[in-house]
Structure formats: structure tokens, C-alpha cells
């Protein structure tokens, strides 16, 4: 109820920016948001530590690799050059319809005169720039062959930083050493929040006031 208030009933609170304001397209996007957020299981990846799984809707499509649909000419030549964008969510296109992300609109821009350029969308949600060079390596690794790449980043390193309170952490890092180095208590505590914010919708933010005590608790335990 407190959301509905704080939304005027909207379903996503982005639905009330000026933006968006009588498009006739923002109301499936935002249910595309919805759902892609109610499907979202973020799986696990080794060095990268999760990616983002398949989805399929009108304005928001990843394969199975979690790579997004992005905008490209419809006949490219096989001498086409390729570029990867990689960052967060902001790179991802969070907000966004598939051809309308950054990555698309930078296609959009190189393919203006000519046809010459395919730009893939490796945009994953809290990614740091430290599993972006490493998400480039593997893909490196398993044979893929970009031009030019791209990097846009800044917002996830800045919070994940503070957050976390080490300039070198990734997301989660304090849950994962918790699980790892900590207490029975700390590591009991750490996994109830996490079954909170897996499992309840309607606790969520309860869980989040839980934040709060988080390094009292870790302290006192």
C-alpha cells in the first residue's frame, strides 16, 4: 500500500517520469518490466558470478546467453565490423526498449551513412568494470573476435564501493564472505536475508531495513 501511495498505483516508479508521459508504449513496456522482474534468476557463472538469463517479450529480449537484443541494419557485409558494449544496467538498457539502449542507438550512429558495423548488447544488471574485462577475456577465450569494445561504466563501481566499504569489491562480496568466513550466527543471519529477498516479495523491504543492522550485528557476532 505504501508503494501504491508513494506510485500513484503506478507499477514501476519510472512510469511516472516525464519520459514516458504519453507514450503509448509505456504501459506493455513496464509490464514487460514487470514480468522480466518476476522471471529474473540471475545464474550462477564462474569468475563472473552471475549472468543474466534467457528472456523473451515485446520490448525486452536475451538469449540464452543473456546478451539483449540490439538494433542492427538488417543486411550488414561480411565485412561488417563488430563491437561489444559492455557496463551495467544503464548498458543493458534498464528502463529502455530493445532497440532504443545505448548499444542501439550507437549502432544507430555508426550505421548512418553505411552499413558497416554489428554491435552486440553485453550489458549485465550491477556489473563492476573489473567482470566486464573479465567477461571480455572469456568471451576471448571461447573464440569470439570483437573490433572495437566498449566500456561504460561508473554509477555500479561508485555504489557497489560504498556499499560494500572496500573500492575492490564486487556486489555481494560482504554476503558471500559472510557465508564463507563468518560466524554460524553471521552465516544463519546472512542466509535469512537472502531467502527474504529470493523468496517474499512482500519482504523485500523489510529486508532492506535489515541492511541497517547488518554491521552491528556482524560486529557484535
Same mark, same amino acid.
Given at each position: 500500500?505504501?508503494?501504491?501511495?508513494?506510485?500513484?498505483?503506478?507499477?514501476?516508479?519510472?512510469?511516472?517520469?516525464?519520459?514516458?508521459?504519453?507514450?503509448?508504449?509505456?504501459?506493455?513496456?513496464?509490464?514487460?518490466?514487470?514480468?522480466?522482474?518476476?522471471?529474473?534468476?540471475?545464474?550462477?557463472?564462474?569468475?563472473?558470478?552471475?549472468?543474466?538469463?534467457?528472456?523473451?517479450?515485446?520490448?525486452?529480449?536475451?538469449?540464452?546467453?543473456?546478451?539483449?537484443?540490439?538494433?542492427?541494419?538488417?543486411?550488414?557485409?561480411?565485412?561488417?565490423?563488430?563491437?561489444?558494449?559492455?557496463?551495467?544496467?544503464?548498458?543493458?538498457?534498464?528502463?529502455?526498449?530493445?532497440?532504443?539502449?545505448?548499444?542501439?542507438?550507437?549502432?544507430?550512429?555508426?550505421?548512418?551513412?553505411?552499413?558497416?558495423?554489428?554491435?552486440?548488447?553485453? +550489458?549485465?544488471?550491477?556489473?563492476?568494470?573489473?567482470? #566486464?574485462?573479465?567477461?571480455?577475456?572469456? %568471451? &576471448?577465450? *571461447? /573464440?569470439? !573476435?570483437?573490433?572495437?569494445?566498449?566500456?561504460?561504466? +561508473?554509477?555500479?563501481?561508485?555504489?557497489?564501493?560504498? #556499499?560494500?566499504?572496500?573500492?575492490?569489491? %564486487? &556486489?555481494? *562480496? /560482504?554476503? !558471500?564472505?559472510?557465508?564463507?568466513?563468518?560466524?554460524?550466527?553471521?552465516?544463519?543471519?546472512?542466509?535469512?536475508? #537472502?531467502?527474504?529477498?529470493?523468496?517474499?516479495?512482500?519482504?523485500?523491504?523489510?529486508?532492506?531495513?535489515?541492511?541497517?543492522?547488518?554491521?552491528?550485528?556482524?560486529?557484535?557476532?
Amino acid at each position: 500500500h505504501l508503494a501504491e501511495a508513494l506510485t500513484g498505483g503506478a507499477s514501476d516508479v519510472r512510469e511516472l517520469f516525464a519520459s514516458y508521459k504519453d507514450k503509448e508504449w509505456a504501459e506493455d513496456l513496464f509490464k514487460d518490466y514487470k514480468k522480466y522482474g518476476e522471471d529474473y534468476t540471475p545464474s550462477y557463472t564462474p569468475f563472473l558470478l552471475w549472468k543474466d538469463t534467457e528472456f523473451h517479450s515485446k520490448y525486452i529480449n536475451m538469449n540464452a546467453e543473456g546478451v539483449r537484443q540490439t538494433w542492427n541494419p538488417p543486411a550488414l557485409p561480411s565485412s561488417s565490423k563488430k563491437v561489444y558494449v559492455l557496463g551495467g544496467s544503464s548498458t543493458l538498457g534498464s528502463g529502455s526498449r530493445d532497440e532504443y539502449t545505448i548499444p542501439s542507438y550507437i549502432s544507430k550512429l555508426l550505421n548512418e551513412t553505411k552499413p558497416q558495423y554489428e554491435v552486440a548488447n553485453y +550489458g549485465t544488471p550491477a556489473y563492476r568494470f573489473p567482470q #566486464e574485462v573479465m567477461k571480455l577475456v572469456l %568471451l &576471448l577465450r *571461447d /573464440g569470439h !573476435r570483437p573490433d572495437y569494445v566498449v566500456f561504460y561504466d +561508473g554509477h555500479n563501481d561508485v555504489v557497489t564501493a560504498y #556499499e560494500e566499504g572496500d573500492p575492490a569489491a %564486487l &556486489l555481494f *562480496d /560482504g554476503v !558471500r564472505r559472510a557465508q564463507l568466513e563468518g560466524s554460524s550466527f553471521g552465516r544463519i543471519w546472512t542466509n535469512f536475508k #537472502e531467502f527474504l529477498t529470493r523468496n517474499c516479495k512482500t519482504c523485500r523491504a523489510a529486508a532492506s531495513l535489515i541492511r541497517v543492522f547488518d554491521k552491528g550485528a556482524a560486529r557484535q557476532y
